[in-house]
């Protein structure tokens, strides 16, 4: 799956560190309402270009898992600042 890597030179592998370093940055940095999306460019960094495969909850079970989630930032970022702004797909 990453045979690619081993026929590049070191200039090649500097290059693509940073691609994926940027790629983790952006996700990283998501906030507010971004933090609910998956991230297809994310997975556009990797070499092999297939459609992700998801599978979508019910409505009832992803909201569960919606709030579960905003439940774990309250855990393990408690002094994270409120972005009370409403999403404006």
């Known amino acids: 799956m990453d045979d690619d890597l081993e026929h590049m030179d070191r200039d090649a592998l500097v ?13 990283r940095d998501s906030t507010g309402h971004d933090l609910c999306w998956h991230h297809p460019d994310l997975w556009a960094l990797l070499p092999e270009k297939t ?3 998801i599978a979508v909850p019910p409505w009832e079970k992803f909201m569960r898992g919606c709030i579960r989630y905003r439940q774990s930032l309250d855990e393990q970022a408690p002094g994270a600042p409120v972005h009370d702004k409403d999403f404006n797909g």
Do not use: C, D
Request: net charge positive; aromatic share 0%.
């Open 51 to 53: 459609e992700p495969a």
């Open 15 to 27: 290059a693509e560190v940073k691609k994926l370093r940027a790629g983790i940055r952006t996700h």
